[in-house]
């Protein structure tokens, strides 16, 4: 069974200054990585996905992540943080390449950007 | 990207009776649709798996008969909350995928009292 640890529940960082929303995953086989992000009683906006290829992947918003099979790490990052990025942010994993598998989430991070 | 429409986005009803939430993807046929629930300040959870034509397939603990869910179309899928109380009060998400990608309702805000 796939699984996704999201460490942090709250990171806090100064606007301007980058981020790091931290994920690690566990799953038998390839997995398929993405980022979702939440506002409040809004549904999941896709942030960018990874697939296969290169290992650090662009998305939305000026966001992007780094694969890295060994640590089983798929880090979400931003060079620099916008008040409005302040979201909860989730990172999701599926065994199978196949659309008909459903996403494991982890259990969010909310990110606070501090003007 | 694909548009997964959810209605309604929020709905407050009495206990003991029943609410219908419809999740539609607007430009994309979904064979497989899949409803969530979220509690406050937590993760999306697994409720079950539509399938369109066919029974679906639910996840462990869920309850069939008070989560009814019905994929009649390749663009809809319904989720009944039947006899709904107060502790069925959350928030209700759809999904559907194209290619590998996973598209999203709005959610809806189920409030029994």
């Known amino acids: 069974a796939q699984s996704v640890a999201q460490p942090e529940d709250q990171v806090n960082v100064a606007e301007g200054n980058p981020l790091t929303v931290k994920c690690t995953y566990s799953v038998s086989g390839n997995p398929y990585l993405f980022w979702y992000v939440q506002y409040p009683n809004r549904g999941l906006q896709f942030l960018l996905k990874?697939?296969?290829?290169?290992?650090l992947v662009k998305g939305s918003y000026g966001f992007e992540a780094e694969f890295n099979k060994s640590q089983t790490s798929f880090h979400l990052k931003k060079p620099s943080a916008l008040v409005s990025d302040s979201a909860l942010y989730f990172c999701a994993v599926r065994a199978f390449i196949s659309g008909n598998t459903p996403l494991v989430f982890g259990k969010g991070t909310r990110l606070s950007v501090i003007a | 990207g694909a548009v997964v429409s959810q209605h309604p986005s929020w709905v407050i009803c009495k206990s003991g009776t029943s609410v219908k939430i419809e999740c539609r993807s607007l430009?994309?046929?979904?064979?497989?649709m899949f409803w969530y629930r979220q509690f406050p300040k937590q993760s999306l959870m697994l409720m079950a798996t539509s399938n369109e034509g066919s029974k679906a397939t639910y996840e462990q603990g869920v309850e069939k008969d008070k989560f009814l869910i019905n994929h009649a179309s390749l663009t809809l899928s319904t989720l009944t909350v039947t006899s709904a109380h107060p502790e069925d009060s959350s928030f209700y998400i759809c999904?559907?995928?194209?290619?590998?990608?996973?598209?999203f309702g709005q959610g809806t805000r189920l409030t029994v009292v």
């Open positions: 990874y697939i296969t290829g290169d290992n």
């Open positions: 999904s559907a995928s194209l290619m590998s990608e996973a598209f």
């Open positions: 430009d994309f046929q979904a064979t497989t």
